[in-house]
């Protein structure tokens, strides 16, 4: 039996493995070009704090998503596929890692996210 995500350490655990496939798949990962070129490392760090915020209410993060989703979709255009593949890949991740009302939570989470991304990205 899995845990279910109880902390920032599983936090960071998740998005880590999350973006080990991310960075490989050839339908997203040249999204994160300019971050893995960049400073990948403070990338990871404002998703362990996105995550942490948007699954344990920590209110670490100070950050604006659409935002910063804006200025990569003028350079490089999201189609929804872009964002079912993330959903799927995030899905999976969460799966193969936790099972439990967390784990359960994380996956909504991140659909609602999507689903927000899309309608703000495509207005």
Do not use: C
Request: glycine share 4%; charged share 25%; net charge negative.
């Amino acid at each position: 039996m899995k845990s279910d995500l109880t902390n920032r350490a599983d936090i960071e655990k998740l998005v880590n493995a999350f973006y080990d496939k991310v960075l490989v798949d050839e339908n997203i990962g040249h999204f994160f070009f300019h971050a893995r070129n960049g400073d990948w490392p403070k990338h990871l760090a404002t998703m362990y704090d996105f995550w942490e915020n948007a699954i344990f209410y920590t209110g670490g993060y100070f950050g604006n998503p659409i935002l910063v989703h804006d200025k990569v979709h003028h350079h490089i255009p999201f189609e929804p596929k872009h964002f079912d593949r993330w959903l799927l890949l995030f899905r999976t991740t969460v799966d193969e890692l936790y099972e439990g009302s967390n784990a359960e939570m994380t996956k909504q989470r991140a659909a609602s996210i999507a689903t927000v991304m899309q309608v703000k990205l495509f207005k």
